[in-house]
């Protein structure tokens, strides 16, 4: 039985969850913000010191330290988001997104991981800002003030960039506790590692899906599979993010966990724009296991109206609230 996309009108809960969300914010987002300055700061400056404060932006540098990227896309003129960048310098957008979560592929398609990095060196190195880094131009060694300065601006346009997500990701943290939780009062347990094979009956716990990089195209507003010629090579592997993997006490052997991704918004606009990065998701799960083997579910707190809900619901996608997390129990757990 479904949890809540069966149901034909979701606007109590829907004021209930804008509520939840709301309460939240107003009692603990300022004092997340501040906290996620201080930890910015901290890496700014390390980032500086790195980089020979932005005198030596080079391949072997951001190989090393793949994660300086979030740092150094906040030290140009002007300050460029990731798709910029992509564009700019002409490198693929997943390496620019391996390299924020700190990693670096072994390969890239076209290309080599060493030839893209230098093509990135490149772009910040002619980007930087003059007004940021004024030693750049004199060549000399910038003085304590001058460091502290740099430092500073580019923490408040980290931080400024940043704030939507800083506060999303902390109310998702909270998310998976409560849901978490909730589990271990049901007599769950956490999985022992993130693989498939770690899950046993009754076990819980961040998981990698190794799921077929098949290509999505968009029509209209639905997303549906590319037809894939019969002599296309095999489509590569990558292991998908799931917040929290459940597999059921009484489950089968050969049954996967129900897969559950938290999510949070805080206005409506928002979430409307977002909802086709979930449907793409479940599309590549489905087509790598098939259609009735992938159980894809919500854990909503926010702003989410009936525009976002509909078209989850047609894409097949259930959900269960924050304020009501004992809906799983429809799902079997």
């Known amino acids: 039985m479904p949890a809540n996309m069966h149901k034909s009108d979701w606007s109590e809960d829907s004021r209930a969850s804008v509520k939840m969300y709301n309460e939240w914010y107003l009692a603990f987002a300022p004092a997340t913000y501040t906290e996620a ?21 080079s391949p072997e540098l951001l190989r090393e330290r793949p994660e300086v990227i979030n740092i150094l896309r906040m030290a140009t003129s002007p300050p460029i988001a990731r798709d910029r960048l992509v564009g700019l310098s002409g490198v693929s957008k997943s390496l620019v997104e391996y390299m924020e979560e700190g990693k670096v592929p072994k390969k890239v398609r076209g290309s080599t991981v060493e030839a893209e990095l230098a093509k990135i060196s490149t772009l910040i190195a002619r980007l930087a800002d003059p007004f940021i880094f004024p030693w750049l ?15 500073t601006i580019i923490t408040e346009r980290y ?21 978490h939780q909730w ?13 498939l094979e770690d899950f ?3 076990t819980y716990g961040r998981l990698w899906l190794p799921t077929k990089e098949v290509k999505v195209l968009e029509n209209g507003d639905s997303v ?26 009484a489950a089968p052997p050969d049954e996967l966990p ?24 479940a599309i590549k799960m489905r087509a790598t296991y098939g259609e009735d083997k992938i159980r894809y579910v919500l854990l ?19 959900w269960v609230w924050e304020h009501r997390v004992s809906d799983l129990e429809s799902l079997g757990i």
């Open 300 to 318: 909503l707190c926010g702003y989410f109206g009936p525009k976002y809900l509909t078209n989850e619901r047609d894409e097949g996608i259930d």
């Open 200 to 202: 046993t009956p009754g």
């Open 258 to 281: 129900l897969l559950i991704e938290a999510k949070s918004a805080g206005d409506f606009a928002n979430t409307n724009k977002r909802w086709k990065e979930e449907a793409t998701k």
């Open 224 to 249: 549906t599979l590319a037809d894939q010629a019969e002599d296309a090579p095999e489509p590569e592997i990558v292991n998908v993010p799931i917040d929290t993997a459940i597999m059921p006490l």
């Open 37 to 57: 300055r201080k930890s910015v700061t901290q890496e700014v400056k390390d980032a500086l010191v790195h980089t020979d404060y932005f005198r030596n932006v």
């Open 183 to 195: 589990l271990n009062s049901k007599g769950y347990r956490p999985a022992p590692g993130g693989k």
């Open 137 to 151: 131009k004199t060549r000399e060694a910038p003085n304590a003030k001058q460091i502290e300065d740099a430092a």
């Open 159 to 179: 931080c400024g960039a940043k704030a939507d997500p800083i506060i999303r990701n902390e109310q998702e943290r909270r998310q998976l506790s409560v849901l």
